[in-house]
C-alpha cells in the first residue's frame, strides 16, 4: 500500500509545479511529464543563479559590472567576454587609437578587465560621446576590433566617410544633462489599448522623426484617441534603418537616430505623467549578422554568443541565432532586459520573434494544427534551451515588477498556439500576460482579398475572433504594422484603393467605393476590439485608414522618405473624412473605458445569421450588433439578451461624426426586452439596425 502511494505521489499529474496548467486544460495530462521537465528545465537555472549569483535579479545586474562603468574616483573598468581572443585592448579617441597603451588583463572565465586612471585633472580619462572599441588578437596573430557588446551608444558616421558602420561612443552625460524621472510609472488598466509606433516615422514631413518630437506631437494625440499604452518598436540600435529594427546591432545602445538616451526617458516619462504605459520590442529571437558594427563573430568565431554552424544562422531573416544554453548569453539577454526596465522604466515587453525562437524548425515551412504532440513531444521540435530563456525572461520581469510593486507586462508575439504560453510560471506554463492574436489580421486580408461582400462567412469571422486557448489571454488586432509595409495593404487601402487619393474631400460627392470602405473599416475595428481578445492594438496611422503603404529608404526606392512616414495632417483635416474614422476609433476606445469589455470572458455569440450578414453578442453585459450586410437594414429586428431591463445605444458607427448616415434617431431610441426566449437567450428586444452598421447597446 505504502508503494502505492508513494508511486502516485511522484506521478507528474499530481505535480504541484504544473497543477495550475492541468486544473484549465485537462488535455494537457498525458503531457504532464514533459510539462514538469521544461518547467525544472528553467527552475533548475533559477537555482543556478541563486548559488552563484545571489539570484536571478543580481544575474542581470550584470549591464552594471560588464561594459564600461565610471567609478565614483573617476576611473573607468571596463569587463568583456571574449573567449577566444588571447589578447585584448581598448582604442579610442582619448588615446589616439594606440593599440599598446591600455592593454586588458584575461581571467581564466574567458573575461578581460581593465580599469583605467583619472586624467591628470582628476576627470574621467575619456571623454563623453568619443569614439571607442575594443581590439582583439585572434589566436591566429590576427588583430580585429570590434564594437563592445555592452556599449550604450553607437552612431553612423558621417557620409563622407563612405562607411555605413556604426561607431560605438563613450557614454558619459555630465550631471546637468542627466534626465530626471519626474512621474511614477501608471498603474495597470484593467484592459490595454496599445498603439503601436515607430518613433522614425512619426512625422508627416519625409525624414526621420525624434524622441521629442514624439514626445512633444504623437504622445498627445496617443492620450487624446484613448489608447493607455504605447508599444515603441525600433529602439534597440540598427545599422539598417529598412530592417524595421529587427535587425539589431547594439543591444543596450537606443537609436541613435532619434535622439539621445536622455531623450528617450523624456518620451518615457512624459507617457507616463499622461496615464500611459510604454512597451519595449524587444529583439532576443536573433542579431544581425554584421561583423564590424554587430555580436557576430565578435570575438574571432561564430560561437560567442550564437550557436556555432547552421544552428546559428536563420536562413530567411539571415540573421544570427543565440545559444540560450550559454551562461554568458543568458548574462547578456536577461541583464539587457532589466537594463531597459531599470534605466529606461519600460512597463514592459513585447517579444518579437517568439515562434521562430519556440522550434528548431524556426517556424519556416511548417503549419501547426493544434495538435498537442506538435508542441509537447518529448522528441519533438520546440527548442527548449530557447523554451527555458523565455521563461528566465518572465521570471525576471516579474522578480522586478515585485520589488518595485509594479505589475511588468510580457507580450508574446507567437503564431503556433503553443500551449500553456500565457499561464503563470508558478501554474506551470511559460510566464507571458498575452499572445497576439495573429490569425485575426490576415483573416481580414484575405477576405478583403477574395471575397464579395455578399459572400462574407459571418460563422467564420466570429470563429477566427473567438478561437483563443481558454485562460491564456490574446492582444487581437485587425491590422499592424506587417499589413503596412511595402508588398501589403492597409485595410483602408484594400478598401477604397486608389479613391483615397481623389474622394476623401468632404466637398466631393461621397462615392459608392469611399462611403463602404468608412462602414467597413469602422466595423472591422470595432468587432475585433470587442470579440477577438482581451486587450487591443492598433499600428499607428491605422486609426485613420492611413493611405499608401510603408517602405523605409533604401537603394530600391532611391532612399526616399516619402512612405516612410505618418501623414497625421490627414485626420486633422477638417475637409478630409480621414477625421471620421479617427473620431470613430476614440470614441470606440473611449467607450470601452466607460463600459468595459476587454479582458472580460469571451462573449456570448447569440446571433451569426449567414443570409442577414447580422452578428449579434453580449460581453460584460454590453449587446453588440453588427450588419455587415451591403444593402438591406433590417427594422424591428430581434436580439437575444439574457438580462432584462432597458437599453440604451452608447456606440452607433452611423453617427455623422464617424461618417455614417445618421439614419437612428438615438433621442428616441429605447429598448426594453420582451419575456420571451430567443436565439437561446431568455428575453430579447428589437432594433433598427442599418447596413454595414454596428451598435452597442448597455443597460440604461
Request: charged residues 25%; hydrophobic residues 35%; negative net charge.
Amino acid at each position: 500500500m505504502s508503494e502505492i502511494k508513494q508511486q502516485q505521489s511522484t506521478d507528474p499529474v499530481d505535480s504541484p509545479l504544473i497543477k495550475g496548467a492541468l486544473d484549465i486544460d485537462p488535455w494537457l495530462k498525458p503531457f504532464s511529464e514533459e510539462l514538469l521537465y521544461r518547467r525544472n528545465l528553467a527552475d533548475d537555472w533559477l537555482k543556478k543563479f541563486q548559488e552563484h549569483e545571489g539570484g536571478i535579479l543580481n544575474f542581470a545586474d550584470s549591464y552594471k559590472g560588464y561594459g564600461f562603468q565610471v567609478n565614483k574616483d573617476n576611473s573607468v573598468s571596463y569587463i568583456e567576454y571574449a573567449p577566444n581572443a588571447v589578447q585584448a585592448a581598448v582604442i579610442g579617441d582619448f588615446n589616439n587609437w594606440e593599440h599598446e597603451t591600455h592593454v586588458m588583463t584575461k581571467d581564466n572565465f574567458g573575461k578581460f578587465h581593465i580599469t583605467i586612471p583619472p586624467g591628470a585633472d582628476s576627470q574621467v580619462a575619456i571623454p563623453h560621446d568619443s569614439r571607442i572599441k575594443v581590439l582583439f588578437t585572434l589566436p591566429s596573430g590576427e588583430k580585429v576590433a570590434r564594437l563592445p557588446p555592452w556599449i550604450r551608444r553607437a552612431t553612423q558616421p558621417p557620409k563622407e566617410y563612405n562607411n555605413p558602420a556604426y561607431e560605438s561612443r563613450f557614454w558619459n552625460p555630465p550631471e546637468e544633462q542627466h534626465y530626471h524621472f519626474k512621474s511614477s510609472r501608471p498603474a495597470a488598466p484593467q484592459s490595454f489599448k496599445i498603439y503601436e509606433a515607430h518613433v522614425g516615422i512619426s512625422t508627416p514631413e519625409p525624414k526621420v522623426g525624434t524622441y521629442k518630437e514624439f514626445t512633444k506631437n504623437v504622445l498627445p494625440r496617443i492620450k487624446a484617441l484613448g489608447y493607455n499604452a504605447v508599444q515603441l518598436m525600433s529602439i534597440m540600435e540598427h545599422a539598417y534603418y529598412a530592417s524595421f529594427g529587427y535587425q539589431v546591432t547594439s543591444f543596450f545602445a537606443i537609436s541613435s537616430r532619434f535622439g539621445t538616451p536622455e531623450d528617450l526617458k523624456e518620451l518615457i516619462d512624459t507617457a507616463h505623467g499622461l496615464g500611459i504605459h510604454v512597451l519595449l520590442d524587444v529583439v532576443h529571437s536573433h542579431a544581425s549578422k554584421n561583423v564590424e558594427d554587430g555580436l557576430n563573430m565578435f570575438d574571432g568565431t561564430d560561437h560567442c554568443y550564437f550557436h556555432s554552424g547552421g544552428k546559428g544562422t536563420h536562413s530567411q531573416w539571415d540573421s544570427r541565432l543565440f545559444n540560450y544554453g550559454s551562461y554568458e548569453t543568458l548574462r547578456f539577454l536577461l541583464s539587457n532586459l532589466k537594463y531597459y526596465l531599470e534605466e529606461f522604466r519600460f512597463d514592459g515587453f513585447r517579444f518579437d520573434g517568439v515562434t521562430s525562437m519556440l522550434y528548431l524548425h524556426h517556424g519556416v515551412g511548417e503549419g501547426f494544427s493544434g495538435d498537442y504532440n506538435e508542441y509537447l513531444n518529448p522528441f519533438g521540435t520546440v527548442d527548449k534551451e530557447a523554451l527555458t530563456y523565455l521563461m528566465l525572461a518572465n521570471d525576471l520581469c516579474q522578480s522586478y515588477g515585485k520589488t518595485i510593486d509594479f505589475k511588468v507586462t510580457t507580450v508574446a508575439e507567437d503564431v503556433s498556439g503553443y500551449p500553456t504560453l500565457c499561464l503563470p510560471r508558478v501554474a506551470g506554463g511559460v510566464g507571458f500576460d498575452y499572445r497576439l492574436s495573429m490569425s485575426v489580421p490576415d483573416m481580414w486580408i484575405k477576405i478583403l482579398k477574395h471575397k464579395n461582400d455578399e459572400d462574407w462567412n459571418m460563422g467564420n469571422i466570429v470563429h477566427t475572433l473567438v478561437n483563443r486557448r481558454y485562460g491564456e489571454k490574446c492582444i487581437t488586432y485587425a491590422e499592424s504594422h506587417d499589413q503596412a509595409l511595402v508588398g501589403d495593404k492597409t485595410l483602408a487601402f484594400w478598401l477604397m484603393d486608389k479613391e483615397m487619393y481623389t474622394n476623401m474631400s468632404v466637398l466631393s460627392p461621397l462615392t459608392p467605393v469611399i462611403d463602404r470602405g468608412l462602414s467597413l473599416h469602422k466595423l472591422i475595428r470595432l468587432i475585433t476590439h470587442s470579440l477577438g481578445g482581451e486587450s487591443y492594438l492598433n499600428f499607428e496611422g491605422n486609426e485613420f485608414g492611413h493611405p499608401e503603404w510603408l517602405d523605409f529608404p533604401r537603394v530600391g526606392n532611391g532612399d526616399s522618405y516619402h512612405y516612410a512616414r505618418r501623414q497625421f495632417n490627414l485626420p486633422d483635416d477638417e475637409l478630409l473624412r480621414y477625421k471620421f474614422l479617427n473620431n470613430f476609433d476614440a470614441a470606440m476606445n473611449k467607450t470601452e473605458e466607460v463600459y468595459g469589455w476587454l479582458n472580460y470572458p469571451q462573449a456570448y455569440v447569440s446571433l451569426k445569421h449567414e443570409g442577414d450578414k447580422v452578428i449579434a453578442f453580449e460581453r460584460h453585459n454590453l449587446v453588440f450588433v453588427f450588419n455587415f450586410h451591403p444593402t438591406n437594414s433590417y427594422t424591428d429586428y430581434r436580439i437575444g439578451v439574457e438580462t432584462p431591463g432597458k437599453y440604451k445605444i452608447v456606440l452607433n458607427s452611423d453617427r455623422e461624426e464617424y461618417g455614417g448616415h445618421s439614419r437612428i434617431d438615438e433621442e428616441v431610441s429605447e429598448f426594453y426586452t420582451t419575456d420571451l426566449p430567443w436565439n437561446n437567450r431568455k428575453n430579447f428586444f428589437q432594433v433598427y439596425i442599418p447596413n454595414r452598421t454596428a451598435l452597442v447597446l448597455a443597460p440604461a
